[in-house]
């Protein structure tokens, strides 16, 4: 599975979002760390805040995308915490349940692995 880390940027260019949608590449996306790091504010400008962040515009486009903390220790978030965040952003349930499949899908993992995990209960 082809990842790239954070991949915000994409949102200026369609073309390159449309790429991204059909050949799979997911983006780990981590709403805390482009804030506090100034990352998010390069793509959005002055004062940009997390319910500026591009993570929904993403998502809509078809993109893969997964939901991480980068450095939680560093950043101050939990991975509970960016799904709060990106809920607040106004994704919705359904979207929410294909970032959740996504992150086993792109995993590094076995076939069988990520299958197990995919399973949906009876």
Do not use: W
Request: with cysteine; hydrophobic share 40%.
């Amino acid at each position: 599975a082809e990842r790239i880390g954070h991949g915000i940027s994409a949102i200026h260019d369609e073309s390159l979002m449309d790429m991204l949608k059909e050949r799979g590449i997911t983006l780990e996306i981590c709403p805390v760390s482009n804030l506090r790091t100034g990352a998010l504010e390069i793509q959005r400008g002055k004062g940009a805040t997390l319910s500026s962040h591009p993570f929904p515009q993403l998502v809509r486009h078809g993109i893969p995308v997964v939901l991480s903390t980068d450095d939680p220790a560093m950043f101050h978030t939990t991975l509970l915490e960016e799904y709060q965040h990106v809920y607040a952003m106004g994704v919705k349930e359904e979207e929410l349940k294909r970032v959740i499949a996504q992150g086993f899908q792109s995993a590094f993992l076995s076939a069988e692995e990520k299958s197990s995990y995919l399973k949906q209960p009876a």
